[in-house]
């Protein structure tokens, strides 16, 4: 059996400002947002080429608005993604972090989720 992991919530306290941020800075593609209910908002946001979203909204966590920390996205080039995601307005540091498993580059979002980006360490040959 295959489990895929296609949906992480990131509690936000303001999910307009969320969204704003992860689609028109970060790049996230929005693939849903509705009203459900009085107190339930869902808004569905994908990282381009990503088979996980995250969800943000109203009434559908308890955890702390900012809490998340870990988030990672993967991409093939970390100098590309800093001057992407820095051009677009998104505060990403000094430049990528050099670690034996990878290169990082961190944000938050405005709540202060941390997510960070990797480009992995490929094998040599």
């Given amino acids: 059996m295959d489990y895929k ?3 992480m919530c990131v509690p936000v306290s303001d999910v307009d400002r969320a969204k704003t941020f992860y689609v028109d800075q970060v790049g996230f593609t929005a693939d849903h947002d509705h009203r459900v209910t009085e107190s339930l908002r869902f808004v ?3 990282p381009p080429g990503s088979g996980c979203s995250i969800s943000i909204g109203e009434g559908l ?3 702390a608005p900012g809490s998340l920390e ?3 996205l ?3 080039d970390a100098d590309a993604a800093y001057a992407e995601l ?3 307005g998104v505060e990403v540091g000094d430049g990528p972090e050099d670690l034996p498993w990878g290169r990082f580059v961190y944000f938050k979002d405005p709540d202060g989720n941390k ?3 990797q480009q992995p360490v490929r094998p040599a040959g």
């Fill in 5 to 7: 992991l296609e949906l």
């Fill in 44 to 46: 569905q946001l994908t």
């Fill in 61 to 63: 966590t308890t955890m």
């Fill in 70 to 72: 870990g988030l990672q």
């Fill in 74 to 76: 993967v991409v093939e």
């Fill in 86 to 88: 820095s051009a677009r």
């Fill in 115 to 117: 997510w960070n980006i």
